[in-house]
C-alpha cells in the first residue's frame, strides 16, 4: 500500500514513476482471490480479500481520503460479532459501535450482562485514561493490571477484549498487544468502536484499488526481482533480473526486515536500523470448515471470535456475510490464528502474513527513520511500519504522504 500510494501521489504531481514489483500482481492485490468456484450458474469473477480488508475515516482517513480521490468504490461492512469461550458457548453476540451496544442475543443471560456492564465500565475507564494522560507512557498490559481488574472480569478480559483486538485491528499475539503502548491501543480502539464512523470496504477488492493507484504511474514492472541498488552522487542505480535502472529518487516500500537486507551493502546505517522494526506472524486460512463457526447457524456472526485455553484467540470472517449479495453457494471462511483444528480437506488455501510490532521502542525508532531521511536525500523508506499508531493501511499511505512531502520539498528547494 505504501509504494502504490507514493506512486499515485508522485504521479499526480507530475512525476515519472517507475514501480518495480517481485510478484505478478501489485502487492496490495496479492490479497485477492476469485471465489467464483463456490458460485454455480455465475459467470465472472467473485473476488474477495484474505484477510478482509477494512477501514473507516475515523481510523483510516489517508486511506479514505486516498480511496476517494482514485475513484475507489466502498460499500459499509455487516458489523455483527459473535465471541465464543472455550468449550464454543456463545457469550455474546453484537454489532458495532459498542457504545450503542447493538445487542443481538442472550440480552437476559447473566453472563452476558455482566460483560456489557463490564464493557461500558472499560470504555469510560478507557477514555478517562486518554483524556487525563494516564494512558501515556505505559503498555496496554500495565495498563489492563491498575485499572480494569478492579472492575471486570476475567470472562471480559479473556472471552471478549483480547480476541477482539488481538484478531482485527492489531492482529498479533496477546503477548505483543499487552506491550503496545496503552495510548495508542485506546485511541485506536475507541475510532473503531466508540460511535465513530462505520467500518467500509472496497466494493471491488484490493485488486481494483491497485489498479487505480497505478492508472497514471509511466512502468509498473512486474515479476522483476530487484537485486541490489546502488547509490551515486546525483542519481539512484537499481539492479533488477540483469538489468539496471537509474532514478533520481528511489522509494523503497518494502517491510523493514526486507529493505535492511536490500541496503546493506550500500546504506549499512539504514540496514542496521530498519533491522531493529520487529515483526510477527499472522498465520490465516481459508477454508469451508463450519467447525471454526457458532453450532447453531443462527448465532454466525460476520466476524466470530474464540478464545482458546492457551490464551490464543481466532477469528473467523464468514465472508459470504463480509461481501453484500456475495453469489457463492457455499459457505467460505477465513480464519486468523486459528486456534483449532480445521479440516484439511476444507481447507482453499493458508498463508503465512507478517506484522510489525509496536512496542515501547517503536517510537524512537521513527524519530532516528525520520532523522536517516533528512541526512540521505535520495533512498526513502515507506511501509505501515514507518509511522505512529497501529501498523494499518492507513500508516502505510501516512509514510507514503511522509515521503512524498520530503521528495518535493526538497526539489523546492533545489529550485530556488
Same mark, same amino acid.
Given at each position: 500500500?505504501?509504494?502504490? $500510494? ?15 514489483? /517481485? =510478484? &505478478? ?19 465472472? #469473477? ?67 450482562? /455482566? ?30 493490571? !491498575? ?59 484490493? #485488486?481494483?484499488? &491497485? ?27 537499481? *539492479? ?13 516500500? !518494502? #517491510?523493514?526486515? @526486507? ?27 481459508? *477454508?469451508?470448515?463450519?467447525? !471454526? ?16 485455553? $492457551? =490464551? ?13 449479495? %456475495?453469489?457463492? +453457494?457455499?459457505?467460505?471462511? @477465513? ?9 484439511? +480437506? ?33 533512498? %526513502?523508506? +515507506? =511501509?505501515?511500519?514507518?509511522? =505512529? ?25 533545489? !529550485?530556488?
Amino acid at each position: 500500500m505504501a509504494g502504490l $500510494s507514493a506512486a499515485w501521489l508522485l504521479s499526480r504531481k507530475g512525476f515519472r514513476v517507475t514501480v518495480f514489483e /517481485k =510478484g &505478478a500482481n501489485p502487492g496490495l492485490a496479492a490479497h485477492s482471490r476469485d471465489f467464483s468456484n463456490f458460485a454455480t450458474n455465475f459467470e465472472g #469473477q467473485i473476488i474477495g480479500d484474505v484477510p478482509s480488508r477494512m477501514f473507516n475515516a475515523s481510523l483510516w482517513p489517508a486511506v479514505t481520503k486516498l480511496y476517494q480521490d482514485a475513484g475507489v468504490d466502498f460499500a459499509p461492512v455487516d458489523h455483527q460479532q459473535t465471541f465464543l469461550n472455550t468449550a464454543k458457548d456463545v457469550r455474546l453476540k453484537i454489532g458495532l459501535p459498542y457504545d450503542t451496544v447493538a445487542i443481538l442475543k442472550n440480552t437476559f443471560n447473566p453472563i452476558t450482562r /455482566k460483560l456489557l456492564s463490564d464493557l461500558r465500565a472499560f470504555q469510560k475507564i478507557g477514555l478517562d485514561a486518554l483524556q487525563d494522560g494516564s494512558a501515556e507512557a505505559i503498555t496496554f498490559g500495565e495498563f489492563l493490571k !491498575t485499572a480494569v481488574p478492579k472492575r471486570s472480569s476475567s470472562d471480559f478480559l479473556n472471552d471478549f477484549l483480547l480476541p477482539a483486538l488481538t484478531s482485527t485491528v492489531f492482529t498479533c499475539p496477546t503477548i505483543d498487544l499487552l506491550r503496545y503502548p496503552c495510548d495508542v491501543v485506546l485511541d485506536s480502539l475507541d475510532k473503531v468502536s466508540n460511535g465513530g464512523q462505520r467500518l467500509m470496504r472496497t466494493v471491488n477488492g484490493s #485488486q481494483d484499488a &491497485a489498479k487505480r493507484l497505478l492508472f497514471d504511474v509511466d512502468r509498473f514492472l512486474c515479476g522483476t526481482n530487484v537485486e541490489s541498488i546502488s547509490l551515486r552522487d546525483e542519481s539512484v542505480l537499481v *539492479h533488477a533480473n540483469g538489468d539496471s535502472h537509474e532514478f533520481d529518487q528511489l522509494i523503497v516500500a !518494502t #517491510q523493514a526486515n @526486507h529493505a535492511s537486507d536490500l541496503v546493506a551493502s550500500e546504506l549499512p546505517e539504514a540496514a542496521a536500523l530498519l533491522a531493529k522494526f520487529r515483526y510477527v506472524d499472522v498465520p490465516v486460512v481459508v *477454508h469451508t470448515d463450519s467447525s !471454526t463457526m457458532p453450532n447453531d447457524k443462527g448465532d454466525w456472526g460476520t466476524f466470530n471470535f474464540r478464545s482458546s485455553e $492457551s =490464551g490464543a484467540s481466532s477469528c473467523t470472517v464468514w465472508m459470504n456475510r463480509f461481501h453484500d449479495r %456475495w453469489p457463492a +453457494a457455499e459457505d467460505v471462511f @477465513h480464519t486468523i490464528f486459528p486456534n483449532r483444528k480445521i479440516d484439511s +480437506a476444507a481447507v482453499v488455501s493458508s498463508a503465512n502474513m507478517q506484522r510489525p510490532v509496536v512496542d515501547s521502542n517503536t517510537k524512537s525508532l521513527h524519530a532516528d527513520l525520520e532523522m536517516l531521511h533528512l541526512k540521505n536525500r535520495r533512498i %526513502w523508506f +515507506a =511501509g505501515s511500519y514507518a509511522t =505512529g499508531g497501529v501498523p494499518l493501511l492507513e500508516s502505510a499511505v501516512q509514510s507514503s504522504h511522509s515521503v512524498v512531502r520530503h521528495i518535493t520539498s526538497q526539489l523546492a528547494k533545489a !529550485t530556488t
